[in-house]
């Protein structure tokens, strides 16, 4: 009887311990995450390494005397190179953000000549005068040439070296900008490895999404790419990852002690990453069709929102500690369930006056299936985030153009008040536009009466910070990070293997099934299916609530 009774609290003592320890392991793994990252502020804050990444400064930085810097930009005749690289690279050389000893280069199969290529890419620069766009203007240069023939690189280089001679910089940098597509990169790759890096100074490549298709195509296309530059020296670019709100998780996560003990599955029930867009294709109609909506906004986008607002607190502000850590959770998210995704195809608007996805481009198969809009629901298998639906919500031709993360947090335990009052707290990050950080609370009605409303604690940068505020484009910020050196916000090898490792079973599955998206009206929220969805997963929407930010 002894040895029973020894053994019954043996096994209650075990069984107690077995109820608590989800809850205790829990907050000590999330105590201990939070004590380590406190333990290395003044490494994060003051090592001049990672100083560029908060930057107080940055507009009194300087650059080597002794070095020069030449930037060539592989597609330099088409729409991103004119739209997005050159006006980022001239809102840099106005901020004074470009080392003096600067040289340009737009290099393309086209045949241009210097009037030309100055007049297509000066029309997107914004700010400045009309001499300073000249100023500008005279460093750029235009080289046509193919992709795949080192004897044209070669004849490249020369005028390159000769640009540096005349600088007389004991270093001569060169960043190798690819606006081009994904089929071309290895041979422009290889011919600029054979005839067109510097010898005297470091060589910098960057990479413009896709990268890939699934996850054998990206492994692929990284090793290939890992054959002919080092990972050190190449940047793949996510234009999402430079934008200010993105930056801003970093931040807000993990510089704010108030929010660190509330941001788990104890109190957070749902977040929800929205990407929206007001138009349809807008002339990428060829390229749209051959990606569709998972692979162009929701494998890239939508999943770095979620890896830097879900991660642990890295060691440091290392390029390679961030990334590590959000390899952690990617890795922790199991491939999507097919049952747990909606997909849409938009149609005609209801008043007739839009067209629908099949009618927008000519280039558009007339029995496309592609995705324009698509709702999936994912978990992370980790401590914090066991049983949290993670809903990613990205679509073409919508109600509105918007981008934003929404944490919905749970109710209280205890409820004093009446249910169909209390509508869940949110914290909502605005990507853009309006960017602006605010929190749904309650809180009593003015007066006389006991009734709530919804209000929030609203922080729009625009408000706070000046109508005036310029805000850096994110290309700007991504190519200034690039002459750094400085890989914080670029996606690494394992990190884009372990993002399509969730994606491709999905992509596969549709494709091979043929399934056929759900049409909804140009203009509208999206197919009802996702609505029914979102709802399923717990989500509560409140009808009543508008926040100022969008009036």
């Given amino acids: 009887m002894v040895f029973s009774y020894k053994v019954l609290v043996f ?11 989800e ?3 829990f907050e000590d793994h999330i105590n201990s995450t939070e004590e380590s990252s406190h333990h290395h502020d003044d490494y994060i804050i003051h090592n001049d390494h990672y100083y560029s990444y908060l930057s107080k400064d940055i507009h009194n930085m300087s650059f080597p005397e002794d070095e020069s810097l030449v930037v ?9 190179a004119k739209k997005k690289t050159f006006p980022a690279l001239y809102a840099l050389y106005v901020r004074q953000l470009l080392p003096p000893a600067t040289a340009i280069y737009g290099y393309a199969r086209s045949h241009l000549s210097q009037a030309e290529f100055h007049s297509s890419i000066v029309k997107a620069f914004k700010g400045g005068d009309d001499k300073t766009k000249a100023q500008f203007l005279d460093l750029c240069e235009y080289f046509a040439g193919a992709y795949d023939k080192p004897e044209d690189f070669a004849r490249l280089d020369k005028e390159i070296l000769e640009a540096e001679r005349k600088f007389g910089k004991k270093k001569a940098n060169r960043i190798f900008y690819f606006a081009i597509p994904p089929n071309v990169f290895i041979p422009s790759a290889a011919s600029i490895k054979a005839a067109a890096l510097s010898k005297t100074g470091w060589n910098r490549l960057i990479v413009e999404k896709p990268f890939g298709h699934d996850t054998e195509s990206a492994v692929k ?7 002919l530059v080092s990972e050190e020296d190449l940047f793949r670019i996510d234009h999402y990852l430079g934008k200010e709100m993105v930056q801003n998780l970093m931040v807000l996560r993990f510089a704010n002690a108030f929010l660190q003990p509330i941001w788990n599955r104890i109190h957070i029930a749902s977040v ?4 929206k867009e007001d138009i349809g294709t807008e002339g990428r109609g060829g390229y749209f069709d051959q990606s569709g909506i998972i ?6 986008h939508l999943i770095q929102m979620l890896a830097l607002m879900a991660m642990e607190a890295p060691v440091s502000l290392a390029a390679d500690d961030v990334i590590d850590e959000k390899v952690k959770l990617l890795r922790a998210i199991p491939p999507i369930d097919p049952s747990n995704v909606v997909i849409g195809q938009y149609s005609q608007s209801l008043d007739g006056s839009q067209k629908s996805y099949l009618e927008d481009d000519e280039r558009i198969p007339k029995d496309s299936i592609t995705p324009t809009f698509a709702t999936a629901v994912i978990f992370i298998k980790n401590a914090r985030w066991a049983d949290v639906p993670f809903i990613l919500r990205c679509g073409k031709a919508l109600n509105e153009r918007k981008a934003e993360i929404r944490i919905q947090f749970r109710k209280p335990v205890h ?5 169909a009052e209390l509508s869940p707290n949110e914290l909502v990050i605005r990507v853009q536009p309006n960017e602006a950080v605010y929190l749904k609370i309650l809180q009593k009605k003015p007066g006389l009466t006991a009734e709530m409303t919804e209000t929030e604690l609203d922080l729009t940068y625009k408000s706070r910070f000046g109508q005036d505020l310029n805000l850096p484009d994110a290309y700007e910020r991504l190519l200034l990070d690039v002459i750094r050196g400085d890989h914080n916000l670029f996606v690494g090898a394992e990190e884009l293997a372990a993002s399509w490792r969730i994606f491709t079973p999905l992509l596969h599955y549709l494709e091979k099934n043929r399934v056929k998206p759900e049409p909804y ?7 009802a299916s996702s609505e029914e969805l979102i709802k399923k997963f717990g989500y509560k929407r409140s009808l009543a609530y508008k926040w100022p930010g969008k009036l």
């Fill in 11 to 21: 096994w209650c003592f075990n069984l107690f311990l077995f109820v608590l320890a």
């Fill in 521 to 527: 009206p140009f203009g509208s929220r999206g197919p």
């Fill in 272 to 275: 929800q990453i929205t990407f």
């Fill in 221 to 227: 296309l990284s090793k290939d790419l890992g054959a």
């Fill in 295 to 300: 692979r162009d906004v929701m494998q890239n």
């Fill in 415 to 419: 409820n004093l008040f009446s249910e």
């Fill in 23 to 25: 809850q205790f392991i």
């Fill in 72 to 80: 060539v930009v592989l597609g330099g005749s088409g729409d991103l």
